[in-house]
C-alpha cells in the first residue's frame, strides 16, 4: 500500500484510528495488518542497508558468488576424495607386492 517508511507510518495511524471509530470492521483491519506487515519490511530492509535501487541486484549477485562457492567447494571435495582413493590404492599396490609385479 505504501511506498516509504514515513508514508507507510501515518497511513497505519489512519488506518488505526478509523478502526476505532467504526468499531474495527473486518477489511479494516486486514489493511492494519498488511500496512503493518509493509511497515515493518521496510524498516527491517531499511536497516539492513537492502532498501535502494541497488538491492537487488546486490542480492542477485551474492547469490552468484554462493553458487560459485557452493560448487568450488563440491569439486574441491570431489577432488580430495580422488587423490585419497589414488593414495588408497596406491599404498595397497605396494603392501601386496604389485610393484615387483610390474617390474
Do not use: P
Amino acid at each position: 500500500m505504501s511506498g516509504g517508511n514515513s508514508s507507510g507510518g501515518a497511513v497505519l495511524a489512519q488506518l488505526m484510528a478509523q478502526a476505532a471509530e467504526r468499531g474495527a470492521e473486518l477489511v479494516t483491519l486486514r489493511a492494519i495488518a498488511e500496512e503493518a506487515g509493509e511497515l515493518g519490511a521496510t524498516r527491517a530492509l531499511t536497516r539492513l542497508g537492502l532498501a535502494d535501487e541497488r538491492a537487488a541486484r546486490d542480492m542477485a549477485e551474492l547469490r552468484e558468488l554462493l553458487a560459485a562457492w557452493r560448487d568450488a567447494k563440491r569439486s574441491a571435495w570431489k577432488s580430495v576424495f580422488g587423490w585419497l582413493c589414488a593414495l588408497l590404492l596406491a599404498v595397497l599396490a605396494v603392501k601386496l607386492g604389485f610393484a615387483e609385479f610390474v617390474k
